[in-house]
């Protein structure tokens, strides 16, 4: 079984998805964070994020393991503990210009393949249902409103960023939703057999249990 969740940033896609697979007993294989991995390596090694060859080449030689732990899932790149730096927002920003690139996105997408091959999975990103695995047993898009994903994202980080402001934060999601949705591969779509869950109004539980039923076939 293979459960395909995608949506923009702050959809609450990744929350949901973790849980799910915790649920079921299934996989969670978050694939933003392998972007993520791209950027923040090009990062440490000082390279340019617009040089796709070097970065393809990061992508190809990366180590990246999913490993179930107390607190949900770490991610492991090279063997290194990076859960904590790729959540950070500058990576997330050059994961978005290297998310652009044709030959990264080639080598992550057979990765994730690879990946989900052994089956019951839940893969959350932008392209699952549509290119990673188009023929996935259950396809979920995740919307909401910028300016709720926006203040989602600000409650999540404000702890450790006090001088954070709410309406950069929105403009940010807007940029991103923006780059996502217009790259030229694999752009932010829903899959035409996904089904779209609007969770502006609604909180973690209740999309669980939305996406949960849905599964089930309750
Ligand atoms: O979901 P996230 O914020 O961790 O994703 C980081 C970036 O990677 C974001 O710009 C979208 C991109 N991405 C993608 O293009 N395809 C995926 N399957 C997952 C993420």
């Known amino acids: ?61 990366l180590k990246i393991e999913f490993v179930p732990d107390a607190d949900g899932q770490s991610v492991l790149v090279d063997g290194e503990n990076a859960t904590a ?10 994961a978005a210009t290297v998310a652009a690139q044709k030959s990264v996105r080639e080598v992550l997408v057979a990765k994730q393949r690879q990946i989900g091959k052994a089956g019951n999975v839940v893969m959350d990103g932008r392209d699952i249902g549509t290119v990673v695995f188009p023929q996935a047993d259950k396809k979920f898009f995740f919307v909401a409103d910028a300016d709720e994903r926006g203040r989602r994202r ?17 403009e940010e999601i807007r940029q991103r939703d923006h780059e996502d949705r217009n790259r030229k591969i694999s752009p932010l779509v829903r899959a035409k057999d996904a089904l779209e869950v609007d969770t502006t109004q609604l909180n973690i539980e209740e999309v669980t249990d939305h996406v949960f039923k849905n599964i089930n076939n309750i």
């Open 154 to 170: 600000y409650e999540e980080l404000k702890s450790k960023n006090p001088g954070l402001d709410l309406q950069n934060i929105i």
């Open 1 to 61: 079984m293979i459960i395909a969740i995608d949506g923009p940033a702050g959809s609450g896609k990744s929350t949901v998805a973790k849980l799910i697979a915790k649920r079921l007993s299934y996989r969670y294989i978050d694939t933003g964070a392998m972007y993520r991995a791209v950027a923040w390596t090009a990062e440490k090694k000082n390279l340019s994020l617009a040089d796709e060859t070097a970065m393809a080449e990061i992508a190809v030689s």
């Open 85 to 94: 730096h790729l959540k950070n927002e500058t990576v997330g920003r050059g």
